[in-house]
Structures are given as structure tokens and as C-alpha cells.
């Protein structure tokens, strides 16, 4: 299908060169540079004293300002977020902020710079014919086979609808869903009555019902569903994932395996067989329903070979010591194990991540999706453009994403990308053998809106970080369960500077919020932009302290949009880069997903649809990727500072691509490696 590109969203990060610790801090230099980026208005913060309201109404200083002003909101003490009324270029919104500085009423002032998201995602057309009479005569049955034991898979047939009303029949959708169509997953099929779904979940039940497919010329329709049918099914058990090794002693004599669900056990009753085998002598057994087993008779100073064998009805499985996903489209995730991919499947053999762990995503908002109920912790919508929220408020904590659609200069449509629900879904993606899989699929995931249709505000972006980190935000509640790390794929459309360090005339107020979630033990991941230029100047990635990201293709190069760190930044940029996806480097890639990252997406065009699948490309999806990876070091070891994070990450990088632009840089310029989650979580397992 062709792709669109949405609202631009994205971030740069401060780059590390060298070895240090921890990133660098933004150069100095940078305030020499004129701000590109849309403004909203000011943040301003007034000295000890000074009413922030003038006597005839008017934000304090809006005479040195030159322009009306508006009361927004605070944002801290004494600090005040005031709009522009009307609508002013960069250059002219810069010069106001300038003006106000000099103010002696005024402490620091700062731009309210407007923040984006941006993604490429396919978009089906819609059309006004008349749909197809309904198709009846559904049957569904457990189509189990031998042949592959631990597959679960559905047999259907039907009837053809009675009328298609002029259209030709040009195939059937296939619905199904289990939770009565709360969430549903579609197939579309051939012009055949009849198919099989595999890659189902055993023990699960699952409703059906199909839908023929009618097409007059270009536009096409999806006529009346059928009658539901239901049904459970069965296979053998998947396989146990042994936690206590693959050897046993005389001193160690207990083996244990993950406990399996319902649908792990194949939607059947199963035992556990432990043999112990040593190299001389007689195999040592014990059968179990639990999930461990204690071997009676093993001889000291002996070592025994474990195995672990998992026995239903339908069959039996051997236990793996590696965690091998199940999940339908994995094939797809060619980032997570491929040549230049992050060697996930390392990770998960020591951890999918805990539960305690929560992953912040700052972005437009997440939609409801299968693969992340009931891991969603409260979140909460800090869009203050009540026209740009696109839900009929302001801020509330409701912080579901409601669509970003708009319209361009033309009144041409823009569709809603779903760009923070294909975030959130690269970090933690539930292992179900559903669909995808995140890098950290036991975390839980925590929505922090601050991107509406039209962007965002850095004033959204800092009530957002702080909500996020635990920290107080004046006017709202407390966040009950705080984030340990934070994403931040989001960035402005053109320049803006980021004041790390405070002067008479500039707030610092970005700075200060990061600087207080790294304290309160939080590490905030943003990325690089995506403009194929230079880092530094993309807020907030240039901010510190974060973890700035650069994207990477297929070949394991510089993705042709990723920003770099230029040899003048001095030790400003790209700190680390992960894969991004590149449609122009996609040869080897999972078919279908054209070099793209492949994660979770919806339907709808405007607002919510049925959640589904498809694929993006950005720092943005490198962001997300370099969180997950974080966040199994926080399940490791829950106390990991910030710069802890950063030695771990830094020291076990992967090498880019071996004469690619990457590789060859002098100034690191994509920074210092891909990152590699099987080498961190090794890393901090054996340095903790």
C-alpha cells in the first residue's frame, strides 16, 4: 500500500563521543542559534515579588513583549506558560522572547516551542458500495494435526451470501476474536467458502464469523457478517523454559520451569517428566503437575543432564533452556534477532522483564490493543490545546489515543497514525503467541500524553516528564505508580535549542525536569530527529540528561532520515542507535515489512478502529527500541541509576555495518554502536 507521512514526530538525543560515563552534556554554543521551531508562546518565569498579573489585566511584561499575551497555566513556582493570540512565524516569536528578557520584572523566559510526531503507515480507502448480504452457514472446527502437534488451528467453512447486489465478490474477512469481539483480529481470504487459521491460542475461546468482500471498479466493501461460531482448542503443551539451569547436583537436586497457562498446556491436563542423566550411570526421574521437581538419589560430585518433558493428550513437548517466541508475526521483527538486529532472544533466556517495571511512553496517547491489556498502568493527558486533543477537553486522565487526524492546507484529509500505540507495542508487546512480541514483554506500559493533532508544547512535554518520573506537577494528581524509564519519540519540526545550562535569561525548565527524573532514579530515552542532519539542534534529544538515539537499517548502516552527531558538536548528537527501519535498505528484510519495524497499529482512520498490526520507520521506532532494553536492565537489577544504565548499554554495543557511513565516521556520528540486549543483560548479570 502506499505510505503516508503523519504529523512529524521527532526527538533528538544528546550523543556521546568517547567513553565517558554518561552522555554529554549540550554544548554552550548551542544559544548562539536562532530557533526555527513553531512556538505556542512563552514560559516565563518572574522574579521574587512580582505579580504575574499586570494592573489592567495583561501577563506582566506583555508591554516589553510587543504582543498580546494570554494567561495558560502554571507550570512551577512562579513560573507561567502565557500564549501568543496570534500566530506568529519563529523568527517573530523569538524576537518577542527576546524582548521580554529584558524586562527587569522578567527572571528567564523561553520559547513554548510546538512538538511533533511523525511515521509512515499504510491507509486503506473507504467506498460507498452497497455492502453484501449476509454469509451463512458457518462451521467451525479443531483442525489439530499431528503433523505439528503444538499448533492450535481452526478449520471454517460457509455458504456464499445470497445477494452481492451488483458487485463482484472479490473475497471474504474473517473476524475473530477472544473476548466477544471487544478486540478483534481479521484475515482475508480467497473467494474459496472455506479456510484454516493457524497460529492459534490453545485453551482459549475463540468466536468467529466471516464477511464477504464485494469490489464495483477501484472501491470495494465488506458486507454483513455472518452468525458467530465459537469454539475452544487443543494441542500439545509448548515447550517449559527451565530457570535453574540445565544441570543437576547432588547440593541442587530441585529442577524448576516457568509455570505454564492454561494455554501453554495446550487447553489440556498435563505432567512433567524430569530425567536426570549423568555422564556414567544410571538416569535419575521424577514426574510432577506442579512446576518443579525434586530428583531423589543423585550421586555427590556428580553433575546430571536435565530434561524436561511436558505430556497431554495431544502429545508431548521437551523443555528448551532458551525462550523461543511463539507469537504469529515474530518472523516479521526482523530487529530483534537479525544480523544487525539486537539479540533479544539472549535477553529473554535470563528475563522478559518484571511486572514492577514501568515503561512511560510520552506521545500522542495509546490505543486499546489485545497485546497490552491488562498491563496498561493509569496514565494521564496533558494536551492543553483543547482544539488540538482531538477529545473534546483539555487535560484529564483519560490518556487514550483518540486519533491525531487533521486536515493540510488543502482540507485534504491527514489519517491518525497510532504512532504511540506502534511505540508502545516495540517495548512490550505481551508474549501470547499473538502477533508481535516487545523487547521487555513483562513490563507494564504507562500512556502520558502530550502530543494532540497538531503537536504538542514544551510546557506539555515538562508537566509530562515530571507526572511521569513520580514528581509533583501544581494543579495535578500524583502519578500512583511511576515510571522507571521514560520514551520520548517525539521532536520539533525545525530548530530548537535546549538550555541545559541556566543564565540570567534563559529557564533551563526541559533540563530541570530531566535532571530531577534522573535523580528521582528514572532514565529518560528520547531520539535524534529524522531530518538526516544534525542532532544538536532537535529539542528535546538536546537536552540532558538523556539517551539519544539514532536509527539503523536492515544492513545494520545509518537509516537515510536518521540525524547524526557532526564532528563540530562537541560532544553533542547521537549518544547510541538502534534499528529503525529504512525503506531504502531492505534487502534480506521479513517480507512484507519493506525494511520497516513491524509493531502494533489500528484500523481507524479517525478515530479508534479494531487494533491491529503494521509498520513505521523513524528514530522514533529506534527510541522505543533502546527503552525496552533498558527496561530488562531495571528488571535485573530495580536500583540502576541512569549512568549505570549507560556504562551497561555503552560497553556492549554491537559494531555497525563494516564500511557503512556508520563504521567509517571519525566523529561517531551514529554514535557508539547498535545496541545489543543480549550483551547488556549479560552484562549487568555478571556486574552488578
Known sequence: MAKFRGVAIWIALLTLVGSSVAPASAATVASQFSATAKAAGLIVKYRKGVLPLAPNGDPTAANAAGVTLKFDSLLDTNTYVLNFVDQLSADEAQ?????????????????????????????????????????????????????????????????????????????????YSADGFTTTKTVAVSTKTSSTISSLVAGVKYSFRVRAITKVGSASKIGTASAVRSISLTSAPVAPVITTGAVATALE????????????????????????????????????????????????????????????????????????????????????????????????????????????????????????????????????????????????????????????????????????????????????????????????????????????????????????AGLS??????????????????????????????????????????????????????????????????????????INVGATGYSGDRAYYSNITEPNAQNVGVDISAPGGDDKDNAGAAQSTGGLIFSLWNTGTTVPGDPTYGTMEGTSMATPVVAGVVALLYSIKPSITFDEVWTVLSSTVSKFKPGGQCATSTSQECGVGIVNAGNAVAYLKTHP
Open 95 to 175: 524576537a518577542v522572547a527576546d524582548r521580554m528578557a529584558q524586562d527587569p520584572r522578567v527572571a528567564a523566559v523561553e520559547l513554548n516551542t510546538v512538538i511533533h510526531a511523525e511515521g509512515f503507515a499504510p491507509h486503506a480507502a473507504t467506498s460507498a458500495i452497497k455492502a453484501a448480504s449476509a454469509v451463512t452457514g458457518l462451521t467451525v472446527k479443531d483442525a489439530w494435526s499431528a503433523s505439528a502437534p503444538t499448533a492450535a488451528n481452526v478449520a471454517l467453512s460457509w455458504k456464499a451470501p445470497s445477494s452481492l447486489y451488483g458487485a463482484k465478490l472479490s473475497g471474504y474477512q474473517i473476524d
Open 253 to 468: 537436586p530441585t529442577v524448576s520451569w516457568l509455570p505454564q497457562s492454561i494455554s501453554d498446556q495446550g487447553g489440556l491436563s498435563v505432567s512433567y517428566t524430569v530425567t536426570a542423566t549423568p555422564s556414567l550411570g544410571s538416569a535419575v526421574t521424577c514426574t510432577t503437575i506442579s512446576s518443579s521437581c525434586t530428583l531423589a538419589g543423585l550421586v555427590g560430585a556428580t553433575s546430571y543432564v536435565i530434561e524436561v518433558v511436558a505430556t497431554n493428550a495431544r502429545g508431548a513437548t521437551h523443555a528448551s533452556t532458551q525462550f523461543t517466541p511463539a507469537d504469529e508475526f515474530y518472523s516479521k521483527q526482523w530487529y530483534l534477532n537479525s544480523t544487525y538486529g539486537i539479540n533479544a532472544p539472549s535477553a529473554w533466556a535470563v528475563t522478559l522483564g518484571s511486572s514492577d517495571v514501568v515503561v512511560a511512553v510520552l506521545d500522542g496517547g495509546i490505543a486499546n490493543h489485545p497485546q497490552l491489556a491488562g498491563r496498561m498502568v493509569p496514565g494521564y493527558d496533558f494536551v492543553s490545546d483543547v482544539a488540538s486533543a482531538n477529545d473534546g477537553d483539555g487535560p484529564d486522565p483519560d490518556a487514550s489515543d483518540p486519533g491525531n487526524w487533521t486536515y493540510d492546507r488543502n482540507n485534504n484529509l491527514i489519517p491518525s497514525d497510532w504512532h504511540g500505540t506502534h511505540v508502545a507495542g516495540i517495548i512490550a508487546a505481551a508474549a501470547d503467541k499473538v502477533g508481535t512480541i516487545g523487547i521487555a514483554p513483562n513490563v507494564r506500559i504507562q500512556s502520558v500524553r502530550v502530543l494532540g493533532s497538531t503537536g504538542g508544547t514544551r510546557a506539555d512535554l515538562i508537566r509530562g516528564i515530571n507526572w511521569a
Open 473 to 546: 506537577v501544581p494543579g495535578y494528581p500524583a502519578n500512583p505508580t511511576p515510571a522507571k524509564v521514560l520514551n520520548l519519540s517525539l521532536g520539533t519540526d525545525g530548530t530548537s535549542m535546549c538550555d541545559n545550562i541556566p543564565t540570567q535569561s534563559r529557564l533551563y525548565s526541559t533540563a530541570q525536569a530531566l535532571a530531577a527524573a534522573k535523580a528521582a532514579g528514572v532514565t529518560t530515552i528520547t531520539a535524534a530527529g529524522n531530518s538526516g542532519s544534525d542532532a544538536r539542534y532537535s529539542y528535546p534529544g538536546n537536552c540532558y540528561p538523556t
